[in-house]
Every structure is written in structure tokens, then in C-alpha cells.
């Protein structure tokens, strides 16, 4: 009876070792999976597929879930305005639950008695494959070639060349990891703590020296029309804003955090899309909110994002908080207009028939239309009676 292992797949270096690794030296038949979420396009998938069959993949096969990890992540994402650190949109990391669940439950349908990545020992995913792999399928086993014999690049290319393997695994300056929801870009300076990235590391560079106006229509919270254009699907329209927005090099910026290992991590990132969306989706809640929902909102999408950043997606209560931010998100609609200029771009302001500013109550440092001064003074005295009373207990006046 055949072994059959499914080897998360990017036909880098490590995954490429991984291949010929578990065929020679363990005797499985390997099945190479890679979980689309966005990131790739046909020609890159198809280069993918034609390195996994040369080195002897079984079978390989692309698990496109974009439309998925759209619905069931970034849509809570954005309602949860989810800014790591008030910095990084948690971009290709949020990936890997969504692409650790479609690999785990490819390997289940093939019947696979084991399930590998490439992960090396030092990072973030091994942890993210790894819990998801053994959360929905403890029975298979999980092996990790790269992570376990702690060979160097040299080593793992010289054992591929004595297997009759040959290509260019000429170490890039810089790794970087592209997806839908934006772009990572590590090595080099992001290794230390005084230098930050040259303007040359990031893929997308600046075209656009002009100003351009573009508006931003949302539903119930959702991003759904681009400069008067209705979309229908959510990738598409992230897709279209990222195309117009990173010619002008905007969301470029360095992450620096706390990694689930236990050491700080910085990385570099761009993500014009990710930020214009979320920076204007939370001006327009700024209008059409109440004070407490967006103090709540806050807590709990800054938990939404930490529990995702630590590969904590299956647990339950990250259901419950998607239930709290969908919730809040019923007023949230309307247009929002945002200015792009090289490297930065400003929002300009919002057009809703549920602006609270419009409330006919009164303008803020103009003109009162529910209020007089006696009331304002009587309230003004009874916010003041619990200060009055620590004070006067305490001797502190």
C-alpha cells in the first residue's frame, strides 16, 4: 500500500527539497497542493505545477479559496478597521489559516496519511500550519523536512542537483510575499533596527506624479463601488483599487512586532489597497456610529486581528466577535472621497444619509439647536459631583 503525503507547495527552494526529500528518503508519494488566496496569478500558478511535476509530484494541484479567505477574514478585517500594531494590516500572514485549512482538507479527501510543509524553525507559519493541521486532522501526521534537518540553501541545492534536479534557486536580496490583501518584503535592513527599505526592495513602484480624487462607495460596511462602479465581487474590487492606488507607491511602511515564538519581528509592506479601504471605511463609521460602538468595535477588532496574527482562527470566539462587528456595521453606509499624491493620500470626506453630524442638533463650536445655556450649566454641574466628592474625601483640592 502507497504512502501518500501532501506537501504544502511554492515551488521555492525548501518546498522544492521537500519534493524529492519525502520521495527518496521516505518513500511517499507526494501530492503537491497550493491554496490560492489571491496572490498568484494563472502564469505563476502554472510554472508552480510544471517545477512540482518535474520533481516528481504524484499529482499537483491549485486550491484557489480567494473568494473565501475574502469573505470569511477580510471582510471582518475592514469592520474591524484590523491594523496591527496601528500599523500593518496583517496582510499575507491572515493568509495561512485559510490556505493550512484547504491544504488539510485536500490531504483528507486523497485519503493522505501524512501532511508536510517548508517552514523553517524560525518563524510565524510553522506554528500556523502546524495548529491548523492538528486542530482539524489529528490522526496525520505532520513532517517538516526544512524546519527538522536545519540544512543550509547550498545543501538542500546540492541534494536536488545528486537527484537530477536543476534550477535557479539564486537567493533573492529580498523575500517577499504578495497577496490580495497586500504585499511583504523582508531581508536585509528589516534584519536590523536603524535602516529601513530602499525605495528599489518594494515590487511596485512609483508611476503616478499627479493628483487624482477617487471615491469610495461602502454598504452596511462592505466595500463595494469604486468611483461610481458597483462590484459584486470583493476580490475584484480590492484588485481595482490596488491598480489605481500603487502607482502612486502608497501604503508602503515597516511592521515591527511581537512574532508567536516569542522574539520581535520587523518587516517591511505594501498594501495601498488594504490601508485606503480601512483608513476610509473607519472615517465613515466616525460619522455614522455612536460613541460606544466604536469604542467597543475597537477593543474587539484589535483582538479579532491578534487572535488571526497568532493562528488562532478556529477558536470559537473569534466567530462570536465576527457576530459583534457585522452587527455594528448596518449604518455604515455612504461614499467616501480620498485624495492620492506620491507616497500618501488623504481622506477628504464622506457624503451619508446617516452622517450623525446632520443631526440637525446643533454644530460643533457654532450653533446649539436642542440645548440652552441653563442646561448645559446644570449638566455641567452634576458631571462634576463625583470629582467634587473624591476630592473633597481625599483633601486633594
Known amino acids: 500500500m502507497s504512502k501518500k503525503v501532501v506537501l504544502a507547495f511554492s515551488g521555492g527552494l525548501d518546498t522544492s527539497f521537500c519534493v524529492k526529500y519525502l520521495k527518496e528518503e521516505k518513500g511517499f508519494d507526494v501530492y503537491t497542493a497550493i491554496a490560492n488566496t489571491g496572490g498568484f496569478s494563472d502564469e505563476e500558478l502554472k510554472a508552480i505545477e510544471k517545477r512540482a511535476l518535474a520533481l516528481g509530484a504524484v499529482q499537483h494541484v491549485t ?37 493550512a485549512i484547504a491544504t488539510i482538507e485536500y490531504a483528507k479527501e486523497i485519503g493522505a496519511t501524512a501532511i508536510a510543509h517548508g517552514s523553517t524553525g524560525a518563524g510565524n507559519d510553522q506554528i500556523r500550519f502546524d495548529l491548523t493541521f492538528q486542530v482539524l486532522a489529528p490522526e496525520i501526521e505532520i513532517i ?47 534584519l536590523t533596527t536603524d535602516k529601513n527599505l530602499p525605495e528599489s526592495a518594494y515590487p511596485k513602484q512609483l508611476e503616478a506624479t499627479d493628483e487624482a480624487v477617487i471615491e469610495l462607495g461602502f454598504e452596511k460596511g462592505e466595500f463595494v463601488a469604486l468611483n461610481g462602479e458597483f462590484y459584486e465581487n470583493g476580490p475584484e474590487i480590492i484588485r481595482a483599487l490596488e491598480e489605481i492606488a500603487s502607482k502612486y507607491a502608497i501604503g508602503r511602511d515597516t511592521h515591527v512586532g511581537d512574532t508567536i515564538i516569542g522574539i520581535k519581528g520587523r518587516v517591511g ?20 456610529l455612536t460613541k460606544w460602538q466604536m469604542y467597543w468595535k475597537e477593543q474587539l477588532g484589535n483582538w479579532y ?3 488571526l496574527h497568532e493562528a488562532m482562527y478556529q477558536e470559537p470566539v473569534m466567530r462570536n466577535i465576527e457576530d459583534f462587528l457585522e452587527s455594528t456595521q448596518e449604518k455604515v453606509t455612504g461614499k467616501v472621497i480620498v485624495k492620492l499624491r506620491p507616497y500618501h493620500f488623504d481622506l477628504v470626506g464622506i457624503e451619508s444619509e446617516h452622517d450623525l453630524m446632520n443631526s440637525g442638533f446643533g454644530q460643533y463650536g457654532e450653533t446649539v ?9 446644570g449638566f455641567t454641574k452634576i458631571l462634576s459631583n463625583s470629582l467634587k466628592i473624591y476630592n473633597k474625601v481625599n483633601g486633594d483640592l
Not at 469592520?79 to 491572515?94: A, C
Not at 488594504?274 to 455614522?288: C, F, G, N
Not at 439647536?369 to 450649566?377: G, P, R, S
Request: proline share 3%.
Open 369 to 377: 439647536e436642542a440645548w440652552t445655556a441653563d442646561d448645559v450649566k
Open 305 to 307: 486581528g491578534m487572535f
Open 144 to 190: 517538516t523536512p526544512t524546519r527538522d534537518l536545519l540544512l543550509t540553501r547550498q545543501q538542500e541545492i546540492d541534494y536536488l542537483k545528486k537527484h537530477g534536479f536543476e534550477a535557479d534557486f539564486t537567493k533573492m536580496e529580498y523575500s517577499i510575499n504578495q497577496g490580495l490583501w497586500g504585499t511583504s518584503v523582508g531581508g536585509k535592513e528589516t
Open 63 to 99: 486550491l484557489d479559496v480567494t473568494n473565501e479567505y475574502y469573505e470569511k477574514c477580510i471582510r471582518y478585517m475592514v469592520f474591524g478597521n484590523v491594523l496591527r500594531n496601528n500599523t500593518y494590516p496583517i496582510s499575507v500572514s491572515s493568509e495561512r489559516a485559510f490556505q
Open 269 to 288: 509592506f505594501e498594501a495601498a489597497a488594504p490601508l485606503i479601504i480601512i483608513k476610509a471605511h473607519h472615517l465613515l463609521e466616525k460619522h455614522t
